[in-house]
């Protein structure tokens, strides 16, 4: 596997991805000779928590050894786009750092979050692709703007843990949040989702579809309470409109997950990438509750990102 930016990178063998991310929790350092005296460099263009951290923990059963560049605080700032004349705060271009950086590491994984203010330039995913074109090295999105894939794969593994019969049905369903914030976890939550067969509904007020590219075949509904009828999984998310691009069209707070909605479900399992804002996108009862599932979830991230890591390194 030469990178690994969506669910197209795998459509191939997810089932098979799927399984042997299952299997490695039970040996975790089975694969140690894979990563031996090899490098993975992970460049942070935004915060992060679990993504580092599990992808660090995911190097480390793999034997690899992980350089960590905070890019948005530590490195120089740099300039973007053919033929600039670079006078002024960015001291070097993308593509230089990119293939240095491709020098020093065998992988490159790259967090680049949507800037949310010009929608062309934001799905273009300039920063993602002058990492693919630059490196030299298989590239990892750690979150793009428009996919977050290892967030994606670790849900996926997660509902298959979980679920009590063959085809559950799930449900995706915006939460309101203070701020504006990007399509990347939905879009890319749908498109693994029905990639792998999943019975998905995506519930949102007026103003918040996605992008089509990433929902066909998804149930849109726009009543809360009417899609959650019968939900096996609740997936709670924010993000910012699509159509009105980056903008916060609503701050409706009835559309908070709650206990009362939860009680409409098939005692659906509760589920939420993190980080959360508590009693706005969903009430302490509920995410504190049996039925959440929010910390096996984020657990999963380590055993998605060491089976795709794993691929990589084979590849090599
Ligand atoms: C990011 C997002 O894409 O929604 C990362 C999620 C994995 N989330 C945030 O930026 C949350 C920021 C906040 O202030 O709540």
Not at 31 to 46: A, D, E, R, T
Request: hydrophobic share 40%.
């Amino acid at each position: 596997m030469k990178q690994f930016t969506s669910v197209a990178d795998v459509a191939n063998f997810l089932p098979e991805l799927i399984r042997e991310a299952i299997q490695l929790k039970k040996a975790p350092f089975a694969y140690q000779h894979l990563g031996k005296n090899k490098v993975l460099g992970l460049v942070f263009m935004n915060p992060s928590l679990r993504t580092r951290l599990s992808t660090q923990r995911a190097a480390f059963h793999l034997g690899m050894q992980t350089i960590v560049v905070n890019a948005d605080k530590d490195t120089w700032k740099m300039a973007s786009g053919e033929g600039i004349v670079m006078d002024g705060e960015a001291a070097e271009h993308i593509k230089d750092a990119v293939a240095v950086m491709g020098q020093y590491c065998d992988i490159l994984g790259v967090r680049s979050f949507a800037g949310l203010a010009n929608k062309e330039e934001d799905y273009a995913e300039q920063t993602l692709n002058d990492f693919i074109r630059y490196a030299g090295v298989p590239v990892i999105s750690l979150e793009s703007a428009t996919r977050h894939p290892l967030q994606s794969l670790a849900d996926l593994i997660t509902i298959e843990e979980y679920k009590k019969t063959p085809r559950p049905k799930v449900v995706l369903t915006w939460a309101p949040h203070p701020k504006a914030l990007p399509q990347a976890v939905p879009n890319s939550f749908a498109e693994w989702m029905l990639a792998a067969g999943i019975d998905l509904t995506i519930t949102h007020p007026e103003g918040y579809e996605l992008n089509e590219q990433f929902t066909r075949g998804a149930k849109i509904v726009y009543d809360q309470r009417q899609a959650f009828k019968n939900a096996d999984f609740i997936y709670a998310k924010n993000w910012s409109s699509y159509t009105h691009y980056g903008q916060i069209l609503s701050r409706d707070r009835h559309w908070t997950v709650t206990t009362e909605k939860m009680a409409l479900t098939n005692q659906a399992y509760f589920m939420h990438c993190l980080p959360v804002r508590r009693n706005v996108v969903v009430e302490d009862a509920v995410i504190d509750s049996q039925q959440s599932i929010v910390i096996p979830q984020a657990a999963n991230r380590v055993w998605a990102c060491q089976a795709v890591l794993k691929r990589m390194l084979e590849s090599l």
